[in-house]
């Protein structure tokens, strides 16, 4: 969608490819052309080469933009590419190939004169070998798949003891993810603030940077929230990594779009020689709009320019850093469940909106968030004068954002952008994981605002149906206990729920929480009924789900949680941590599952006995697949 917009601004005639799970996709609507390329699988879709060249050539394409993840980086298909003498917007072959591998990379970078991280890039791969490299290198250290993205293959070493067992879990990951098990060594950076400059080079010599973005706010490994400028970035220092990153560019004539990572000491604040090259991302990233945003450009417009043989639309001197912007990630994911990706139907979706917000996304209300891509929803981007008006706009708009069908992180980003220590800039890799306690909340009640747009609905929905009788009247949870008093019971986040309206002779209502008066107003914000029945309240980001309560079923359901594991979306089983006949306690990790990209662990509800196991390491499982099955609990 991103590439349509500027690609039908400059007048191109745009072609979607799309697999069969995206079949009513947006993009597909929005293109000129769509072309079905295969299954909903992405090796058999979007990461199938033949089938992409094949589009293009039946539709008579002249370029092919690879996006930001599947081929975009892969260099066999940008050779395929030139050989059919379609463009790939992208660099050439060469580049993506030898920043492909992290060891190459690093090795590369070191020869131009570009500071990398401390480490051991060699080939002797033995583990004792290695091991040594690391006592060398000084712990803590970082094992990193050379194959390595995603956060995939990485593994801190805190202590030589742990070294030999981290070794063989990081091995195993990227053998899995990369077909490639070779891993590098580099010191683990303290306080580290990942620092990224993007670069734009043409192919008739120009290399340019347009200034760096900070991405430290980081879920294992991988971004979550990022911004240009860098806090704490000054001039000097800023020229000294931006010389660093195009020096890196020219290194291996890189044309078009990249991006050079950076890792960074900030225990003392941004200083030239504390800060290393990690690798660079051959194509346009994720976050770009921050860049956009504070440089006026539209950087798929220097994209096609470029692939086009046109020169830099810009120098070096000719670019200027307006004002801040910062961008998050918003996923469908469910942060209380350690951020397990959520499918399901958007049946609510609405954005927050407001004076400097971006929104960039693929998806709209009614499509469904599938198990077979990345859960990203949208990027929701917010620019202005200074650090704190964008961080202020962007929590603003995130909070005015509605999501129902699915769970998201909206009120996990809206805390991270408002937490005080978020607002001052003192952020680095950590930020999350130290301050999870706080962003994720363990509360259990929603909130007094999001109870009375509860209430407020549910009187708007009872007026509706005394109007017309109807069955709402009994579905609805809704139970006449006398004369100016109603009742309704929900299960919410596990637990029972009662509230109570009152009315008054005047004709004012009164709410009550589980006999407590919490305010009431005629505000219902955004609050819907649910396929489901379940009411939906949204208010600060979060989406609470009111489930009218039903005796009989809840209990069903609460039996099906405390005596199996099932699984919570296809994928495959990584590791099984646990043996038939073990006693486990309340949230030991039990199996580890890699579904969208990403590992999840699943973890014992409660104390219990295993029965039996149903899932070995590298079975493909099904949503809701028996994998683990407790023993009855004895009484
Ligand atoms: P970044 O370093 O910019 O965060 P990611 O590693 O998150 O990049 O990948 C960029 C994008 O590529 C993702 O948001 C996703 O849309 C897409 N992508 C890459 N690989 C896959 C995959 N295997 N399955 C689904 N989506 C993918
Ligand atoms: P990927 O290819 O998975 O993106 P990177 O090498 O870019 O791998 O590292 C991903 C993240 O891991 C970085 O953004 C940073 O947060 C962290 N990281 C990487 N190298 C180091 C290091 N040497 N010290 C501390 N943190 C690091
Ligand atoms: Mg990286």
């Known amino acids: 969608m991103r590439v349509l917009r500027t690609a039908r601004r400059m007048g191109l005639r745009t072609i979607a490819i799309y697999s069969d799970a995206d079949a009513g996709a947006a993009h597909v ?14 090796k058999e879709s979007y990461l199938n080469s033949a089938a992409v060249l094949a589009a293009a050539r039946e539709t008579g394409a002249s370029a092919i933009h690879p996006g930001y993840g599947f081929l975009s980086e892969n ?49 002797d791969q033995s583990p004792a070998h290695l091991a040594a490299e690391a006592a060398k290198t000084g712990y803590p250290v970082l094992i990193k798949a050379v194959a390595g993205g995603g956060g995939k ?53 120009n290399a340019v940077h347009l200034f760096e973005r900070d991405c430290s706010l980081q879920r294992r490994h991988q971004k979550v929230i990022e911004e240009a400028p860098a806090p704490g970035m000054d001039a000097a220092m800023r020229a000294h990594i931006g010389a660093a990153a195009v020096k890196a560019a020219k290194a291996v004539n890189y044309t078009g779009a ?60 000719d670019l200027a850093i307006h004002g801040h912007a910062i961008e998050a ?60 008006a964008a961080a202020a706009r962007l929590a603003d708009a995130l909070a005015a954002t509605a999501v129902a069908g699915v769970a998201t992180n909206a009120g996990f980003l809206v805390r991270a952008l408002r937490h005080p220590d978020f607002v001052k800039g003192e952020i680095d890799t950590g930020f999350i994981a130290a301050h999870l306690q706080t962003l994720v909340p363990e509360h259990r009640t929603p909130p007094p605002k999001a109870l009375a747009q509860a209430a407020a609905f549910l009187l708007a929905e009872r007026n509706a149906v005394s109007a017309s009788p109807d069955p709402w009247a009994v579905r609805d949870g809704f139970r006449l206990a006398g004369e100016g008093r109603e009742v309704a019971r929900f299960i919410c986040d596990g637990a029972p729920l ?99 990209k990403m590992e999840h662990t699943l973890s014992a509800e409660a104390d219990a006995k295993i029965e039996e196991l149903l899932a070995a390491p590298g079975d493909q499982v099904t949503e809701s697949a028996l994998l683990l099955r407790f023993a009855e609990a004895e009484k």
């Open 153 to 205: 293959g990485m593994r801190k070493v805190d202590r030589p003891e742990d070294f030999a067992a981290a070794l063989e879990g990081a091995r195993r990951e990227a053998q899995s993810a990369f077909g490639d098990d070779r891993v590098l060594i580099e010191k683990y950076v303290s306080r580290p603030r990942h620092i990224e400059v993007q670069v734009f080079a043409d192919a008739h010599g």
């Open 75 to 123: 260099a066999a298909f940008a050779q395929a590419c030139a050989d059919a003498g379609i463009v790939f917007v992208g660099p050439p072959p060469a580049a993506i190939r030898a920043m492909g591998l992290k060891d190459r990379a690093k090795a590369l970078m070191a020869k131009a004169g570009v500071p990398v991280v401390p480490g051991y890039l060699g080939d």
């Open 29 to 42: 609507t929005a293109a000129d052309v769509a072309v079905r390329i295969g299954p909903a699988a992405a």
């Open 498 to 596: 009662t509230l109570e309206i009152l009315y008054h002779r005047d004709g004012r209502h009164s709410l009550l929480l589980d006999g407590a008066p919490v305010p009431i107003t005629a505000d219902r914000g955004d609050t819907a009924r649910l396929s489901s029945g379940a009411l939906a309240v949204m208010a600060d980001g979060d989406t609470w789900l009111l489930l009218p309560d039903d005796p009989l079923e809840s209990a069903e359901a609460q039996g099906h949680a405390s005596d199996r594991i099932l699984a919570p979306m296809p994928g495959k089983v990584i590791q099984v941590l646990v043996t038939a006949g073990e006693v486990v306690k309340r949230g030991q990790p039990l199996i580890i599952l890699e579904a969208m």
């Open 258 to 317: 990249g991006t050079v990572e950076f890792i960074a000491d900030a225990s003392e604040g941004l200083r030239p020689g504390h800060i290393w090259f990690m690798e660079m991302n051959t194509r346009l990233q994720v976050e770009h709009p921050v860049t956009e945003a504070i440089t006026g450009l539209d950087l798929v417009e220097w994209q096609l320019r470029v692939a086009a043989g046109e020169a830099l639309p810009k120098a070096q001197a």
């Open 329 to 388: 990630r918003l996923y469908a994911e469910d942060p209380r469940k350690g951020f397990l990706p959520s499918t399901g139907t958007l049946e609510r979706l609405r954005f927050g909106k407001g004076a400097g917000i971006r929104i960039d996304t693929g998806v709209r209300e009614g499509d469904a968030v599938t198990p077979f891509y990345d859960p990203m929803i949208a990027k929701v981007i917010a620019h202005g004068e200074t650090r704190e």
